[in-house]
């Protein structure tokens, strides 16, 4: 005998179908006011091959980055008690609710030319605003965050008597770490990364008031869409079109990879 | 404060805010840097006119003329581009011809003590500076595009901004060695820059055109302030800003 499961309650139902609307209705303006005659023209224009792959490579890079800082920064906050470790976490969530335009404004105080730690910089030859470089910059400040939280939530939920099992059978401490601590982890630490590379991805204040805006060094699709915007409609909404069908297609892509997990 | 009470309170303290009743409003959309001015002229106009509200929203011209295009209600559109101007009289948005109410010109704009030894359009080509100039998508990037390609100066561009006191700022901070900015902006940012004037013979000026818009209830407060924008009154405010005559 099987047992029917109810219908799902109005109540969750509509609201759920009214928030669902909201998220694909700009979708759809987006489609609707496509060139689709002009799509192929478009698409051809060397600044927009140029601008995806700046945008690709920084959000990548930015999201390696991010990786490599932050899961240890996740792990310290999540467990090394030291004073002041509620502050840091708060400082290292602060990105995420700056505007991305005073983020980069920040950035710029802080190693522009005339910056704090951007004089030395400046000296020692490397220039960071104005360049490649400082996109990758700019992403990881507003990116590595979404990562550090959500792999610090799941560490300190995770259970640490699975660690201390492995150190008493005789792991060492980077055993420990790799086999089985990240591995506890993975769900948070690849939604994390995954996040992280889809804010980098739609990064934009940051950038223009960090890195500026020049195509083909500095100018991300985001950027582009937006200068577009000023001129010429339909190059803009081919723009954004490719930018959401590249997302959508990692999106898509990745969520079956985790769901196997 | 019990739940109902603090509800009703933060209600009634909104409830002025919705709805103008008696008062009437006109909604003006001005270029970025007509910003300082209009700001001095609604003031006026408010006074002279007691019971109406002046409404100044700025921003970049070729955005402004986008929304009026694409229908957003304003009464008055001065626009920093007779490109973006054209864009609404185009479209039959406004509702008579357009009138000049300035002149700007561009200017090379350096930080104070000019760090990189500027002395011309030339120096923009050089590629030790960092060079910053406004996206030629935006008014000042136009006319700046057009000084250079008539001097025949190829920049080393480091960053083209989207909006000319963004560029202005960065210049301002030191952190770009020159900039092309308008002259009314390099009087805005006062000793944190320095300005060197192009060369009389440059296509560097660009002129403001104003009109009322086409859809606006009552056309005479607008052509009001639009009269009061041209009139001497206007005159006197623009020029003290550094705005040229039309």
């Given at each position: 005998?099987t047992?029917?499961?109810?219908a799902?309650?109005?109540?969750?139902?509509?609201p759920?179908?009214?928030?669902?609307?909201?998220?694909?209705?700009?979708?759809?303006?987006?489609?609707?006011?496509?060139?689709?005659?002009?799509?192929?023209?478009?698409?051809?224009?060397?600044?927009?091959?140029?601008?995806?792959?700046?945008?690709?490579?920084?959000?990548?890079?930015?999201?390696?980055?991010?990786?490599?800082?932050?899961?240890?920064?996740?792990?310290?906050?999540?467990?090394?008690?030291?004073?002041?470790?509620?502050?840091?976490?708060a400082?290292?969530?602060?990105?995420?609710?700056?505007?991305?335009?005073?983020?980069g404004?920040?950035?710029?105080?802080?190693l522009?030319?005339?910056?704090?730690?951007?004089?030395?910089?400046?000296?020692?030859?490397?220039?960071?605003?104005?360049?490649i470089?400082?996109?990758?910059?700019?992403?990881?400040?507003?990116?590595?965050?979404?990562?550090?939280?959500?792999?610090?939530?799941?560490?300190?939920?995770?259970?640490?008597?699975?660690?201390?099992?492995?150190?008493?059978?005789?792991?060492?401490?980077w055993t420990?770490?790799?086999?089985?601590?990240?591995?506890?982890?993975r769900?948070?630490?690849?939604?994390?990364?995954?996040?992280?590379?889809?804010?980098?991805?739609?990064?934009?204040?940051?950038?223009?008031?960090?890195?500026?805006?020049?195509?083909?060094?500095?100018?991300?699709?985001?950027?582009?869409?937006?200068?577009?915007?000023e001129?010429?409609?339909?190059?803009?909404v081919?723009?954004?079109?490719?930018?959401?069908?590249?997302?959508?297609?990692?999106?898509?892509a990745?969520?079956?990879?985790?769901?196997?997990? | 404060?019990?739940?109902?009470?603090?509800?009703?309170t933060?209600?009634?303290?909104?409830?002025?805010?919705?709805?103008?009743?008696?008062?009437?409003?006109?909604?003006?959309?001005?270029?970025?840097?007509?910003?300082?001015?209009?700001?001095?002229l609604?003031?006026?106009?408010?006074?002279?006119?007691?019971g109406?509200?002046?409404?100044?929203?700025?921003?970049?011209?070729?955005?402004?003329?986008?929304?009026?295009?694409?229908?957003?209600?304003a009464?008055?559109?001065?626009?920093?581009?007779?490109?973006?101007?054209?864009?609404?009289?185009?479209?039959g948005?406004a509702?008579?011809?357009?009138?000049?109410?300035?002149?700007?010109?561009?200017?090379?704009?350096?930080?104070r003590?000019?760090?990189?030894?500027?002395?011309?359009?030339?120096?923009?080509?050089?590629?030790?500076?960092?060079?910053?100039?406004c996206?030629?998508?935006?008014?000042?990037g136009?006319?700046?595009?057009?000084?250079?390609?008539?001097?025949?100066?190829?920049?080393?561009?480091?960053t083209?901004?989207?909006?000319?006191?963004?560029?202005?700022?960065?210049v301002?901070?030191?952190e770009?060695?020159?900039?092309?900015?308008?002259?009314?902006?390099?009087?805005a940012?006062?000793?944190?820059?320095?300005?060197?004037?192009?060369?009389?013979?440059?296509?560097?000026?660009?002129?403001?055109?104003?009109?009322?818009?086409?859809?606006?209830?009552?056309?005479?407060?607008?052509?009001a302030?639009?009269?009061?924008?041209?009139?001497?009154?206007?005159?006197?405010?623009?020029?003290?800003?550094?705005?040229?005559?039309?």
């Amino acid at each position: 005998m099987t047992t029917r499961r109810p219908a799902p309650p109005l109540a969750l139902v509509v609201p759920a179908a009214l928030g669902a609307g909201f998220v694909v209705l700009p979708l759809v303006g987006l489609l609707q006011r496509a060139p689709w005659s002009d799509l192929g023209a478009e698409l051809a224009a060397p600044a927009v091959r140029q601008a995806l792959g700046l945008s690709l490579v920084t959000s990548l890079a930015a999201t390696a980055v991010s990786l490599v800082l932050g899961v240890p920064l996740a792990w310290v906050l999540a467990r090394v008690p030291f004073p002041g470790r509620s502050l840091l976490r708060a400082a290292v969530t602060l990105p995420m609710v700056l505007p991305p335009v005073v983020g980069g404004a920040a950035l710029l105080f802080a190693l522009g030319r005339r910056g704090l730690v951007g004089g030395w910089l400046d000296d020692v030859g490397v220039q960071l605003p104005f360049s490649i470089a400082g996109v990758v910059v700019a992403n990881t400040f507003v990116a590595m965050p979404f990562l550090v939280v959500s792999v610090e939530g799941a560490l300190r939920a995770a259970d640490v008597r699975y660690e201390d099992a492995a150190a008493t059978l005789g792991a060492g401490r980077w055993t420990v770490l790799t086999r089985v601590t990240l591995p506890l982890v993975r769900p948070a630490l690849l939604a994390g990364a995954l996040l992280c590379w889809a804010r980098a991805l739609g990064e934009f204040g940051a950038t223009i008031t960090f890195a500026g805006n020049l195509p083909g060094r500095t100018q991300t699709m985001p950027l582009a869409v937006f200068l577009a915007l000023e001129r010429d409609r339909g190059s803009a909404v081919v723009l954004s079109l490719v930018l959401v069908a590249v997302s959508l297609a990692v999106l898509v892509a990745l969520r079956d990879r985790w769901l196997r997990v | 404060m019990r739940p109902a009470a603090a509800l009703v309170t933060v209600a009634a303290l909104a409830l002025p805010a919705c709805g103008d009743d008696g008062g009437a409003t006109v909604t003006v959309l001005a270029a970025a840097s007509l910003t300082d001015a209009f700001a001095a002229l609604a003031r006026t106009f408010e006074g002279d006119h007691p019971g109406v509200t002046v409404e100044v929203s700025s921003g970049a011209s070729s955005s402004l003329a986008t929304s009026v295009v694409e229908g957003q209600p304003a009464d008055v559109f001065a626009s920093a581009s007779p490109a973006a101007m054209a864009d609404v009289v185009d479209a039959g948005a406004a509702a008579g011809p357009p009138v000049d109410i300035a002149a700007n010109v561009l200017e090379i704009v350096v930080p104070r003590g000019n760090p990189g030894d500027v002395a011309g359009l030339a120096d923009l080509a050089r590629g030790g500076l960092l060079v910053g100039l406004c996206a030629e998508e935006v008014p000042c990037g136009e006319v700046a595009a057009r000084v250079l390609d008539d001097a025949g100066v190829t920049p080393a561009t480091d960053t083209e901004e989207a909006d000319v006191r963004a560029l202005l700022t960065k210049v301002a901070a030191g952190e770009l060695d020159v900039g092309l900015v308008y002259e009314t902006d390099v009087i805005a940012a006062g000793d944190d820059v320095e300005g060197i004037a192009l060369p009389p013979g440059a296509p560097a000026s660009t002129r403001y055109p104003m009109a009322v818009l086409d859809g606006a209830e009552d056309p005479d407060l607008p052509e009001a302030f639009v009269d009061l924008v041209a009139g001497p009154e206007g005159r006197r405010v623009l020029r003290d800003l550094g705005f040229r005559a039309p």
